[in-house]
């Protein structure tokens, strides 16, 4: 199961150099935030569908250590080129074939529309619900106002049956 701190130390130091983090039932999740995070569904779809154009994956910093490859993201509407998504990902290389995992590490294609093109056997876990106050970088990386508040999720998703995929997406709200 992803740990939001494990995944925060993959590219900070201190958490609180991404933002501050609650975490939030369904309920406590205000539109259209609700409809974006709370389901067990790729990301790249959905916020796809949501925005009405397809997304860009922008690669901002990656780790390989052993089998797990690690990146910190952005996914841009295609449309205009504003950020819709901020993400921390974990593979962990073994549970995928060498096409779908060398795709990804491309860093091309958004990670979910990699494993749906390669027909990937695939089931998402959506794990908690984040209320995220954001540090300066995360502000400026999605363009949001002081004080304006984003969530999040943390989520697996499983590859051929094994837990292969570690996730924490953050959503803007337009």
Known sequence: MP????????????PEKLGQFEEVTAEQTPPPFRQLLAHNEHMTVTVEKFHGCHVDVKVL?????????????????????????????????????????NEIKSERIPLGRVLIEHNVLREVQLTSLWQ???????????????????????????CNGEPAVELLEIVTRD
């Open 132 to 158: 995220v106050q954001p540090a300066e970088e995360l502000r400026q990386l999605m363009a949001l106002q002081p004080n304006e508040t984003v969530y999040g999720r943390t989520a697996l998703i499983y």
């Open 61 to 101: 910093e990656t780790r390989n250590e052993g089998n797990f490859y690690s990146r910190k993201i952005l996914l841009t509407r295609q449309r205009d080129g504003n950020v819709v998504q901020y993400g921390i990902v974990r593979l962990n290389c073994d549970y995928l074939d060498e096409a779908p995992a």
């Open 3 to 14: 740990e939001l701190s494990q995944l925060i130390a993959l590219f900070y130091d201190q």
